[in-house]
């Protein structure tokens, strides 16, 4: 599975922007994670799509961030809103194969393929 994520870019406090991520295999989890400068890869968002498509966020991004998925094109997205410079980071797309349980999907070593990221910046 090859995943492709675009969709970054420089953006003030208080927009939106939405990351695209474009997988070529079927898969049963995707997700989206972030690594800030100085910092450790985290967790935003994943949907577990053999669970009917289920979301789970990150308390960070709740209530902000919406993940989708287009099933036809086969592609994930990163709705986000209200961004703030903290969530400045460069963001991963991954994926898993298989279904996994749900204490796992936060783990990094849960996901099989991951995208190549793209770059968000947020300026106060």
């Known amino acids: 599975v090859q995943l492709q994520a675009s969709g970054g870019g420089l953006v003030q406090a208080g927009d939106s922007l939405r990351l695209s991520c474009a997988a070529s295999?079927?898969?049963?989890?995707m997700g989206w994670f972030r690594q800030a400068p100085g910092r450790e890869r985290e967790f935003v968002a994943a949907?577990?799509?053999?669970?009917?498509?289920?979301?789970h966020y990150s308390d960070s991004v709740k209530g902000r961030f919406t993940i989708s998925i287009d099933n036809a094109e086969n592609t994930l997205y990163l709705q986000m809103n209200s961004l703030k410079p903290d969530d400045t980071a460069v963001y991963f797309c991954?994926?898993?194969?298989?279904?996994?349980?749900?204490?796992?999907?936060?783990?990094?070593?849960?996901?099989?393929?991951w995208g190549q990221g793209t770059l968000v910046t947020v300026s106060s």
């Open positions: 991954a994926a898993r194969l298989s279904a996994v349980v749900l204490s796992a999907i936060r783990l990094e070593n849960s996901y099989d393929y």
């Open positions: 295999g079927r898969t049963a989890l």
């Open positions: 949907i577990r799509r053999t669970y009917g498509n289920s979301k």
